[in-house]
């Protein structure tokens, strides 16, 4: 059996783009976690790393066979190889369709029991697929050693593999049990045991009704115990309106029916949340006022709807007020409320003194901020979208709360959170300001929200162990019900802000980041509206449906991935997604959700709320802070903590087992510690797979053509004897050997650009990793960094050869800079890059972007930094100078591109002066041709816009330009014939040649 696998061959890359994660019933709406990865891309991996690549076509006939057999196989092999891909590739494609159908999952299943029935049998056990399907022998196992939010291991259930998920993170590992084990052992209704959802039983008892319907029972009714005894700080809000009588009291109106209208007394409004600014005082002692630090005033901005607060000053008491506006237009204000505090930075409007950072600073480390009501975010019963009135008067709402908090401390002991806010400061920004412990991050009210929850799903254990009657069962109900009252924690803290575009209240850590924030929404858990826990627990049912049955239950393992609790050799493949250095402080992150969770669930998790936080010694992240500021410390632990990890995955993988690590970085340089760490552990890298993973939320913008992908890296245990590797004589040969004919292949099925690049060297890497350690002649040790460089350069030639055939010549042939222009067109197309990615580039090219020969030096450069990014010009931009494209003081002739850039400019500006130009530059006029073509690849192609991006793809002017000039290029270069009419200029300096203009429209080249 040839045993290499689809993801050893080819991946539809571009076929598996993201899903939509916000979809009701998506795995991602159970509960936040960070970089929980697409399930396309995971399913894919899976199915990829069981599935041997030659799974579709078994035979290829030919007709009409080259009489050389060597010939004829060659051909059989391809075309055997081509029509793989082709099904293959299909069928992925459409089993990664989210959510998947029936009937492709089971074919998956049933391919990937086949293939492991196979090597099984090979390995001396002879087993059907039969055999598997049913039990009677083992399935594929599969180990992601670094679970998360459980995307990985989710798909492997649903191929119908014996998953198991390790993860050192608590708040992770509850959400895996509630992902991957919970609803696969207690999804379904069952009628043998007691629930409070099902049918009754022939004893008139009820059963369990499925884990959905069990959580939304069980969730609705703690959460009316919460209502009942908090409900009423939540008051109803008089509707500005409404003419009517109200009742005297509003204060006093309980929600009874989970906001629905119908109890709800005409005349008021429901809170949906509740819009505070911080304030200090001023910092001039004799002014006296409270100043306000909101960033901005802007509640919504949707459709044609503009609602923002005008301030308004009280010069008797010192305060700013706020009034609601509504206008049509986004400019229809006349102020602008984009327009105020700017990083902690504010102006007092009573006497003008600026209130600086380092005094906003100082007054929330010292006294703390005050808080004041600005306006109330409202839902009309009966009506949907949003309704805001002022908020002037907070009530007495703060003594009321404090002696709730009391007493529910006196009645269970359960407080609020003060263990310490550890804060990595380089995802977080509040512990500057003085918040420092977990209790500082809630409001007061919303630590009694918590808390509550807390004390009434205790309250309700024992009910639930009677009901159940089977404890296990009743506990993983118990932790389902906290999960989705932990789903609240996202959106109610002090931190809170409004999607003026949505009207939703979003928490402050989707993006990775605890950035401190000078005004915040605190949601009214009851409203029934965003934010409320009706909204809460309606998503995590749809996610507890959508999982139920899926497959067979994972074994979730919490723990370090350095020590596995596993035997040697026990999986047939390992799927896993490590972090990476300090994208994600996960740990410092979750005690958010820990805090809360150790409070409500930790009763029936004791072991794994057992500490003060969540455990951070061994989390493999790079946290400079926990070295005392040391970085190279920090990415040392870091470094280990990886290398050790792989070591164990090594260790308990098959000999003939698979491992894909999936890295989040898009420089290949920067896969050098993942390269080094997995040579390490004994590993040898096949391929690489670019695959869009990052969704994109939050605050952050993703640049879409940037690469928001991870890679896929697939690697293999090496061989024992694979000894030291002779860099000039083993490794460059092979490595240029598969480039080749990387470059070639995956450039047939159409992947292109970065991806291809990645693709390429990800699979180069095999001839470096399949070696412990590879030395050069002179006996010194190659470094993985150097030879990703290396195989960059060695991927980037081989792509400009094959780009030059396809513009039928050489532009290898040209100089460094102007083939450094056509990859860079060709790789990032008209994207700035950042630094890091840019300079990782120009290495591999052998091109200096800095310093005085550096490609962007002096006044026209070739590329532009700004900032810290740097981007490729075009001749729009840099054809103007009278100099470019000439030889230099000593004869040295111009990089082509330069005259390439020349030619264009002169051609659409002032065509009578192109054939003087070219008499002066003297440039080779062939490979300025193939220069040209290679360039205009999108632009000659006539495809669509999708086939165009895997071409060259310069800016829309060059490419127009292109077009015309290679149409025309006999004329206008061999030529020389200069009157050219194109574009107004043009047509006003030749007016009198205009007998001689050209139909560019039909072309003569
Ligand atoms: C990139 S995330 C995995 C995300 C996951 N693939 C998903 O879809 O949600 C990396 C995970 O590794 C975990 N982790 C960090 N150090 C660890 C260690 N030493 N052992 C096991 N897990 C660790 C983090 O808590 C984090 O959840």
């Known amino acids: 059996m040839d045993d290499i696998r689809l993801i050893e061959d080819y991946l539809p890359i571009e076929a598996l783009g993201r899903e939509n994660t916000t979809a009701k019933g998506h795995v991602n709406t159970l509960h936040l976690w960070w970089a929980r990865r697409p399930l396309r891309s995971c399913r894919a991996a899976v199915y990829g790393a069981l599935v041997p690549a030659d799974r579709w076509v078994r035979d290829v006939t030919i007709k009409n066979p080259p009489a050389d057999p060597a010939k004829h196989t060659a051909r059989k092999n391809g075309t055997k190889r081509g029509l793989n891909r082709r099904a293959g590739g299909e069928f992925v494609t459409n089993l990664c369709v989210h959510p998947p159908q029936a009937r492709l999952v089971q074919n998956a299943r049933h391919h990937i029991a086949e293939a492991h029935a196979e090597r099984l049998t090979t390995m001396g056990t002879p087993v059907s697929v039969d055999d598997i399907l049913t039990g009677k022998a083992p399935r594929p196992r599969v180990l992601d050693l670094f679970s998360g939010g459980g995307a990985i291991p989710l798909e492997a259930i649903r191929l119908g593999c014996d998953v198991s998920a390790n993860e050192l993170n608590p708040v992770a590992h509850i959400i895996e049990l509630c992902t991957l084990v919970y609803p696969q052992k207690y999804g379904l209704a069952d009628k043998t045991v007691g629930g409070a959802t099902g049918e009754r039983n022939a004893e008139g008892q009820m059963t369990w009704g499925g884990l959905a319907a069990e959580v939304q029972h069980w969730g609705n009714m703690v959460f009316e115990k919460v209502r009942e005894q908090i409900g009423d700080l939540y008051p109803l809000v008089p509707d500005p309106a409404c003419k009517d009588k109200k009742p005297q009291k509003p204060e006093s109106l309980l929600f009874k029916t989970g906001g629905k209208h119908e109890a709800i007394p005409p005349g008021y409004l429901i809170p949906v949340a509740y819009l505070w600014t911080r304030t200090i005082p001023c910092k001039n002692p004799g002014c006296g006022a409270q100043v306000p630090m909101l960033r901005q005033t802007w509640l919504c901005k949707r459709g044609n709807r503009f609602v923002a607060m005008a301030p308004t000053q009280n010069t008797r008491q010192k305060r700013i007020q706020f009034k609601i506006v509504e206008?049509?237009?986004?400019?229809?204000?006349?102020?602008?409320?984009?327009?105020?505090?700017?990083?902690?930075?504010?102006?007092?409007?009573?006497?003008?003194?600026?209130?600086?950072?380092?005094?906003?600073?100082?007054?929330?480390?010292t006294s703390g901020f005050g808080v004041q009501p600005m306006a109330i975010m409202c839902k009309r019963p009966?009506?949907?979208?949003?309704?805001?009135?002022?908020?002037?008067?907070?009530?007495?709402?703060?003594?009321?709360?404090?002696?709730?908090?009391?007493?529910?401390?006196?009645?269970?002991?359960?407080?609020?959170?003060?263990?310490?806010?550890?804060?990595?400061?380089?995802?977080?920004?509040?512990?500057?300001?003085?918040?420092?412990?977990?209790?500082?991050?809630?409001?007061?009210?919303?630590?009694?929200?918590?808390?509550?929850?807390?004390?009434?799903?205790?309250?309700?254990?024992?009910?639930?162990?009677?009901?159940v009657g089977d404890r296990d069962r009743a506990h993983a109900l118990y932790t389902c019900v906290g999960l989705s009252f932990s789903r609240l924690v996202t959106q109610h803290n002090a931190f809170a802000f409004i999607h003026t575009g949505r009207e939703t209240i979003e928490g402050p850590w989707g993006d990775g980041k605890f950035p401190m924030s000078w005004d915040f929404l605190e949601a009214n858990p009851f409203s029934g509206a965003t934010a409320s826990y009706q909204s809460a627990l309606m998503w995590a049912v749809r996610a507890y449906e959508s999982l139920s049955g899926l497959g067979n239950a994972a074994t979730a393992v919490r723990g370090s991935a350095t020590e596995l609790p596993f035997a040697d050799e026990h999986f047939d493949a390992i799927i896993t997604d490590p972090p990476y250095y300090d994208n994600y402080s996960y740990s410092n992150l979750s005690d958010a959700f820990y805090v809360w969770l150790k409070?409500?669930?930790?009763?029936?998790?004791?072991?794994?709320?057992?500490?003060?936080?969540?455990?951070?010694?061994?989390?493999?992240?790079?946290?400079?802070?926990?070295?005392?500021?040391?970085?190279?410390?920090?990415?040392?632990?870091?470094?280990?903590?990886?290398?050790?990890?792989?070591?164990?995955?090594?260790?308990?993988?098959?000999?003939?087992?698979?491992?894909?690590?999936?890295?989040?970085?898009?420089?290949?340089?920067g896969w050098s510690t993942l390269v080094d760490a997995s040579r390490l552990a004994g590993f040898t890298i096949v391929e690489a797979w670019p695959l869009e993973t990052e969704a994109v939320g939050g605050r952050k913008k993703v640049d879409k053509a940037m690469l928001a992908s991870s890679i896929f890296l697939v690697a293999r245990r090496r061989s024992t004897t694979s000894g030291v590797g002779d860099y000039e004589n083993d490794v460059q040969p092979e490595l240029r050997q598969i480039v080749r004919e990387r470059v070639e292949t995956l450039w047939e099925v159409g992947i292109g650009g970065a991806d291809l690049v990645i693709a390429c060297v990800g699979a180069g890497?095999?001839?470096?990793?399949?070696?412990?350690?590879?030395?050069?002649?002179?006996?010194?040790?190659?470094?993985?960094?150097?030879?990703?460089?290396?195989?960059?350069?060695?991927?980037?030639?081989?792509?400009?050869?094959?780009?030059?055939?396809?513009?039928?010549?050489?532009?290898?042939?040209?100089?460094?800079?102007?083939?450094?222009?056509?990859?860079?067109?060709?790789?990032?197309?008209?994207?700035?890059?950042?630094?890091?990615?840019?300079?990782?580039?120009?290495?591999?090219?052998?091109?200096?972007?800095?310093g005085p020969q550096g490609l962007s030096s002096g006044t026209n450069g070739l590329i532009e930094k700004k900032k810290a990014k740097y981007r490729a010009r075009d001749f729009t931009e840099r054809g103007g100078d009278n100099r470019l494209g000439?030889?230099?003081?000593?004869?040295?002739?111009?990089?082509?591109?330069?005259?390439?850039?020349?030619?264009?400019?002169?051609?659409?500006?002032?065509?009578?002066?192109?054939?003087?130009?070219?008499?002066?530059?003297?440039?080779?006029?062939?490979?300025?041709?193939?220069?040209?073509?290679?360039?205009?690849?999108?632009?000659?192609?006539?495809?669509?816009?999708?086939?165009?991006?895997?071409?060259?793809?310069?800016?829309?002017?060059?490419?127009?330009?292109?077009?015309?000039?290679?149409?025309?290029?006999?004329?206008?270069?061999?030529?020389?014939?200069?009157?050219?009419v194109v574009g107004k200029k043009a047509a006003k300096e030749d007016k009198q040649d205009r007998q001689r203009a050209f139909d560019f429209g039909k072309g003569n080249g």
């Open 327 to 365: 206008a049509d237009t986004e400019h229809g204000f006349d102020f602008d409320p984009s327009d105020f505090s700017k990083g902690g930075n504010t102006v007092c409007p009573f006497c003008g003194t600026v209130a600086d950072s380092p005094y906003t600073k100082q007054v929330g480390c």
């Open 765 to 850: 890497l095999r001839a470096f990793t399949k070696y412990e350690k590879v030395e050069y002649a002179n006996g010194e040790e190659v470094p993985a960094e150097k030879f990703l460089a290396e195989v960059e350069g060695v991927v980037l030639d081989t792509m400009l050869t094959k780009l030059s055939g396809e513009a039928g010549g050489n532009v290898s042939a040209v100089d460094a800079s102007s083939r450094f222009y056509v990859l860079w067109r060709y790789i990032y197309k008209t994207t700035a890059l950042d630094a890091g990615e840019a300079i990782v580039f120009s290495n591999g090219t052998h091109i200096e972007l800095d």
């Open 886 to 980: 000439l030889p230099d003081g000593n004869g040295q002739p111009a990089p082509l591109i330069d005259v390439l850039h020349r030619v264009l400019w002169l051609m659409e500006n002032s065509p009578r002066r192109l054939a003087e130009f070219l008499d002066e530059a003297r440039p080779d006029r062939e490979r300025l041709r193939v220069l040209a073509q290679a360039l205009a690849g999108a632009a000659l192609s006539g495809k669509s816009e999708a086939d165009a991006a895997k071409l060259v793809s310069t800016t829309t002017a060059e490419q127009s330009a292109l077009g015309k000039l290679l149409a025309n290029w006999r004329s206008l270069i061999e030529e020389g014939v200069a009157a050219v």
């Open 382 to 467: 009966g009506k949907t979208g949003k309704v805001y009135v002022p908020f002037e008067e907070a009530g007495n709402l703060d003594q009321e709360v404090a002696r709730r908090l009391a007493e529910i401390e006196e009645r269970s002991g359960l407080t609020p959170p003060t263990e310490p806010l550890e804060a990595n400061p380089r995802s977080f920004d509040i512990q500057r300001y003085g918040f420092t412990t977990w209790r500082a991050a809630f409001t007061e009210r919303q630590n009694l929200l918590h808390l509550a929850v807390a004390e009434q799903l205790r309250s309700l254990l024992d009910d639930m162990e009677r009901v």
């Open 599 to 669: 409070r409500s669930v930790g009763n029936v998790h004791a072991a794994h709320f057992a500490s003060e936080l969540t455990p951070k010694k061994s989390e493999a992240v790079k946290a400079t802070y926990r070295h005392a500021g040391d970085n190279k410390a920090a990415s040392r632990r870091y470094e280990d903590l990886m290398t050790a990890s792989l070591r164990e995955a090594h260790r308990v993988l098959k000999p003939n087992g698979i491992i894909t690590i999936v890295y989040a970085h898009k420089t290949t340089l």
